[in-house]
């Protein structure tokens, strides 16, 4: 049984950080993709940033320069860093898994989800 435990949502006002840390268990986390995605009221889910384990990285184009996955294999963790956030930023964040056939911004091709945590930017 896979879980993804995410943590460090919040309540941060615009130009502001947070950081995300999503913790996994039940599979071997080092072979997997690891992804955040998120929704914000009203719309879909969207791409946010992807890692493999080697380290190689993906980012939606509105996140790029502003926020940074990273993982730990060791701790089965994996991290967001998000700088110069802005109200548009808001969200809940969600933690996926998927199996490793290269980085990817579809949702399908993530087989684990976390259930989400709160990231509000006031203005």
């Known amino acids: 049984q896979v879980q993804l435990v995410e943590s460090g949502g919040g309540l941060v006002q615009a130009g502001g950080s947070l950081r995300l840390s999503c913790a996994a268990s039940g599979r071997t986390f080092s072979t997997y993709v690891m992804g955040w995605f998120r929704q914000a009221p009203g719309k879909e889910r969207e791409f946010v940033a992807a890692?493999?384990?080697?380290?190689?990285?993906y980012y939606a184009d509105s996140v790029k320069g502003r926020f940074t996955i990273s993982r730990d294999n060791a701790k089965n963790t994996v991290f967001l860093q998000m700088n110069s956030l802005k109200p548009e930023d808001t969200a809940v964040y969600y933690c996926a898994m998927g199996r490793d056939y290269g980085l990817t911004d579809n949702p399908r091709r993530y087989d684990y989800w976390g259930q989400g945590t709160q990231v509000t930017v006031s203005s």
């Open positions: 890692i493999r384990w080697s380290g190689s990285t």
